[in-house]
């Protein structure tokens, strides 16, 4: 206490101050003691409060070159081409039960195809029985195994087996201006759905881009209040939600958030840490799409996150970077994360576009004519497959043995 005593008198000296300590002072010292080490327990609780509040900050190079072991390709499927199954751009693709289902964006057809690229089936459009006018998005409800079909113009939802029998269709009833982009069922007459809402279209105002809850026989909306950072429009999404036997994740475009849908409500469950690759979150605030978009493709910056899958350790995002986009694979367990861009800089995979995850832990794309062509020229190893730059799209699976 005496050297406490002199070094504040030696202080103050230097300060041209004078300080007269009284020994009633030390009764003060001691009573401080106990209050600020409970001040610092207190906030190091608060602390470790907050880094154990649920959210996984994962961090991930873009620049890391590295890969995994060796890619194994397992099945490579030309979709069958012919006048009535021609695909132009595909806006969702699953892989599921040896299917293969298409929704195509340029000509508002879906499409069913058999374990060998065979047609099964496709959407007419019409207004007569069995067919359906301008589907937009579709989705598996893998608890009866039946495909469910969306109708934006007239708000339909139909339901099909996996022949292409129609069973069912139901209407939504809610009078809320929805416009659908993506579904996903999530339990019975309950849907996941990201969607924008017009409240005043007929004013020149933003469009609302958000998830919502539709149940209640489709009649009741519970909107979260996500925002797409003050309503910007999202450039490009393909997959923004994952439902696995346990979880359900989706993620906001202009964002690095992984939610994770939990009951009735969300929260967040990861974060994504692109470092210097990130656009600051102030930009994302106060900045236009457009100008976020030309940011990303100038600046070589991660933009969005487009697209989330999840399949018992292995998470995988797909964000927009530069010009491109890049594909991570992250380990939940383990920590440690690749990129699928790198084995295609590599030659070990042709140039393609990921689109899921199957149950044993495989990842399922779509490569384009021209550039399975390309990657067939240096392996030779598909010269059987009769593939011309006419042809439609060719699915391949793929897995990285032991990939962590």
Same mark, same amino acid.
């Given at each position: 206490?005496?050297?406490?005593?002199?070094?504040?008198?030696?202080?103050?000296?230097?300060?041209?101050?004078?300080?007269?300590?009284?020994?009633?002072?030390?009764?003060?010292?001691?009573?401080?003691?106990?209050?600020?080490?409970?001040?610092?327990?207190?906030?190091?609780?608060?602390?470790?409060?907050?880094?154990?509040?649920?959210?996984?900050?994962?961090?991930?190079?873009?620049?890391?070159?590295?890969?995994?072991?060796?890619?194994?390709?397992?099945?490579?499927?030309?979709?069958?081409?012919?006048?009535?199954?021609?695909?132009?751009?595909?806006?969702?693709?699953?892989?599921?039960?040896?299917? &293969? $289902? #298409?929704?195509?964006?340029?000509?508002?057809? %879906?499409?069913?195809? !058999?374990?060998? /690229? @065979?047609? +099964?089936?496709?959407?007419?459009?019409?207004?007569?029985?069995?067919?359906?006018?301008?589907?937009?998005?579709?989705?598996?409800?893998?608890?009866?195994?039946? &495909? $469910? #079909?969306?109708?934006?113009?007239?708000?339909? %939802?139909?339901?099909? !087996?996996?022949? /292409? @029998?129609? +069973?069912?269709?139901?209407?939504?009833?809610?009078?809320?201006?929805?416009?659908?982009?993506?579904?996903?069922?999530?339990?019975?007459?309950?849907?996941?759905?990201?969607?924008?809402?017009?409240?005043?279209?007929?004013?020149?105002?933003?469009?609302?881009?958000?998830?919502?809850?539709?149940?209640?026989?489709?009649?009741?909306?519970?909107?979260?209040?996500?925002?797409?950072?003050?309503?910007?429009?999202?450039?490009?999404?393909?997959?923004?939600?994952?439902?696995?036997?346990?979880?359900?994740?989706?993620?906001?475009?202009?964002?690095?958030?992984?939610?994770?849908?939990?009951?009735?409500?969300?929260?967040?469950?990861?974060?994504?840490?692109?470092?210097?690759?990130?656009?600051?979150?102030?930009?994302?605030?106060?900045?236009?799409?457009?100008?976020?978009?030309?940011?990303?493709?100038?600046?070589?910056?991660?933009?969005?996150?487009?697209?989330?899958?999840?399949?018992?350790?292995?998470?995988?995002?797909?964000?927009?970077?530069?010009?491109?986009?890049?594909?991570?694979?992250?380990?939940?367990?383990?920590?440690?994360?690749?990129?699928?861009?790198?084995?295609?800089?590599?030659?070990?995979?042709?140039?393609?576009?990921?689109?899921?995850?199957?149950?044993?832990?495989?990842?399922?794309?779509?490569?384009?004519?021209?550039?399975?062509?390309?990657?067939?020229?240096?392996?030779?190893?598909?010269?059987?497959?009769?593939?011309?730059?006419?042809?439609?799209?060719?699915?391949?699976?793929?897995?990285?043995?032991?990939?962590?």
């Amino acid at each position: 206490m005496k050297d406490v005593l002199v070094w504040c008198y030696q202080v103050d000296r230097v300060n041209s101050k004078y300080w007269i300590f009284m020994k009633r002072n030390t009764f003060i010292w001691y009573m401080m003691i106990p209050i600020l080490m409970g001040a610092t327990s207190f906030s190091c609780k608060r602390n470790h409060q907050r880094q154990d509040d649920g959210i996984k900050v994962i961090k991930i190079d873009v620049k890391d070159k590295g890969i995994g072991n060796p890619i194994e390709i397992e099945k490579i499927i030309p979709l069958e081409t012919n006048k009535d199954c021609l695909v132009g751009y595909i806006k969702k693709l699953v892989f599921w039960n040896n299917k &293969i $289902l #298409v929704i195509d964006e340029d000509s508002k057809t %879906f499409f069913l195809f !058999d374990e060998s /690229g @065979k047609l +099964i089936f496709k959407t007419i459009e019409g207004k007569g029985p069995g067919e359906v006018l301008a589907p937009t998005i579709f989705n598996i409800d893998r608890r009866d195994t039946t &495909i $469910l #079909v969306y109708q934006q113009m007239l708000r339909k %939802f139909s339901r099909y !087996d996996f022949t /292409g @029998k129609i +069973i069912d269709t139901k209407t939504i009833t809610n009078q809320n201006k929805l416009i659908i982009k993506d579904f996903y069922p999530v339990g019975r007459d309950t849907f996941l759905i990201f969607h924008y809402n017009v409240s005043n279209p007929g004013k020149d105002e933003p469009r609302q881009i958000t998830w919502s809850l539709l149940t209640g026989e489709l009649s009741y909306v519970k909107q979260f209040d996500i925002t797409l950072n003050k309503n910007k429009e999202p450039y490009y999404v393909t997959q923004p939600a994952a439902v696995a036997s346990n979880q359900v994740l989706f993620v906001v475009p202009w964002s690095y958030n992984i939610y994770s849908l939990t009951g009735t409500d969300y929260r967040i469950k990861y974060v994504i840490d692109f470092g210097n690759a990130a656009i600051p979150s102030e930009q994302r605030e106060i900045q236009s799409a457009r100008d976020l978009y030309r940011i990303m493709i100038e600046s070589k910056k991660i933009g969005c996150l487009v697209s989330v899958m999840i399949e018992k350790d292995l998470l995988v995002v797909d964000a927009d970077h530069g010009d491109g986009s890049q594909v991570f694979l992250h380990s939940l367990t383990k920590g440690r994360t690749i990129c699928i861009n790198n084995y295609i800089q590599r030659g070990l995979l042709p140039k393609c576009r990921i689109w899921g995850l199957t149950g044993n832990g495989s990842m399922y794309a779509i490569v384009e004519p021209e550039d399975f062509i390309d990657f067939n020229r240096l392996h030779q190893g598909f010269s059987n497959l009769e593939i011309t730059i006419n042809s439609n799209p060719i699915l391949i699976s793929f897995q990285i043995n032991d990939i962590f």
